[in-house]
């Protein structure tokens, strides 16, 4: 994690380099682990793994459990890092496992189970015997709102979002996304789910990658993979597995970088700026962030290495006329905003 690393897109000290503050300390529990019911299990794994590794490198970073904390950490001089939980960690969204994660310092979880269905919250790409929440993810949505948990929407169908947004008396974020008007696939936003989430006050973070929003590299991708991003039965095959065999096939195929794509195929920084573009004069300023999903496979704007190139995207947004404040906004106020706001309830 420390680095440099020679692989990846994320370590601290490209992060220090790149200008970072703070981040969400996202752990991601793939679908692999869902056909056993292994996801609370490794929810717990890798909450331990989070505490080992900022115990390794307490002086670049530091766990931030409110938002007070962020300034603090800062002007020690260290990154703040939200732990932060993408995937499942109980299909059946126990409420009981959720106020325990939140007693053990996770601040942020995703509502649906990634691109799996669990029993709650119907996500993007997979078949529910409902629509959007039934009433135990009403339920969890206003347990998250009670006890201070920020709630992720990103990878929900798009009757979650405006549903949770209905129920939820906080604001919600999509931490990594795009828009449907740019890349017409399950994962992306339609205008009306963004709106309803902007409604309430929350924000949606731009995936930085070309796959969401840039069609010509999505079908690219498509073609060399062979099928969608999400196959159902590639987790299915790990149903009679042990856990161990599990983290040994994913130990070895993980990928977490984009595919090699030839240059004419992928976006600029000013390109992929469009994108958040069309946000503003959908909703405003105040509901758009940077949620770059670096090391989860986005196949970078052209010219980009990694997360070494943040300044890259302040040179992008000062070409296009931007505000210190809605700069600002962008690079994490908007988020910070929501965290304060759910803290505080």
């Excluded at 669990?118 to 993007?124: G, M, P, Y």
């Excluded at 920020?150 to 949770?164: C, K, P, R």
């Excluded at 130990?251 to 994108?275: A, H, I, M």
């Excluded at 405003?284 to 995207?313: A, I, N, Q, S």
Aim: proline share 4%; charged share 30%.
């Amino acid at each position: 994690m420390r680095g440099p690393l020679p692989d990846g897109q994320v370590d601290l000290e490209r992060a220090k380099e790149g200008g970072l503050k703070a981040l969400f300390f996202t752990m991601f529990i793939p679908e692999d682990y869902y056909p056993a019911r292994y996801e609370t299990k490794q929810a717990l794994r890798l909450i331990d793994e989070a505490y080992h590794q900022l115990e390794l490198n307490k002086d670049i970073i530091e766990l931030a459990l409110r938002p007070s904390d962020l300034d603090r950490i800062n002007r020690a001089g260290r990154i703040a890092a939200i732990l932060d939980l993408e995937g499942g960690y109980d299909l059946d969204g126990d409420l009981r496992v959720l106020r325990m994660l939140h007693r053990l310092g996770l601040r942020c979880l995703q509502l649906p189970a990634h691109n799996y269905a669990n029993r709650f919250a119907e996500s993007c790409c997979a078949q529910s015997p409902f629509h959007g929440l039934n009433e135990h993810g009403r339920e969890f949505v206003r347990e998250c709102n009670r006890i201070g948990m920020m709630i992720n929407l990103a990878h929900s169908s798009q009757q979650t979002i405006i549903e949770a947004a209905e129920v939820s008396s906080h604001p919600l974020l999509a931490t990594h996304e795009g828009f449907r008007q740019f890349n017409d696939i399950p994962r992306t936003l339609t205008d009306d789910a963004f709106r309803a989430l902007a409604k309430k006050g929350g924000v949606i973070g731009f995936h930085i990658g070309n796959e969401f929003h840039n069609r010509a590299q999505y079908e690219y991708r498509t073609k060399l993979a062979g099928k969608p991003f999400f196959d159902r039965r590639d987790a299915e095959k790990f149903k009679d597995r042990q856990i161990a065999e599990i983290d040994q096939a994913l130990g070895r195929n993980y990928q977490t970088e984009g595919v090699p794509t030839p240059d004419e195929l992928l976006f600029s920084l000013d390109q992929w700026f469009k994108v958040v573009d069309h946000a503003i004069g959908v909703a405003g300023e105040d509901h758009v962030g940077l949620g770059t999903d670096f090391d989860g496979g986005p196949t970078l704007p052209r010219g980009m290495r990694d997360v070494r190139d943040y300044p890259m995207l302040t040179d992008a947004m000062l070409r296009r006329g931007w505000s210190e404040t809605r700069i600002r906004k962008f690079l994490g106020l908007n988020v910070r905003r929501v965290f304060e706001t759910v803290s505080k309830g």
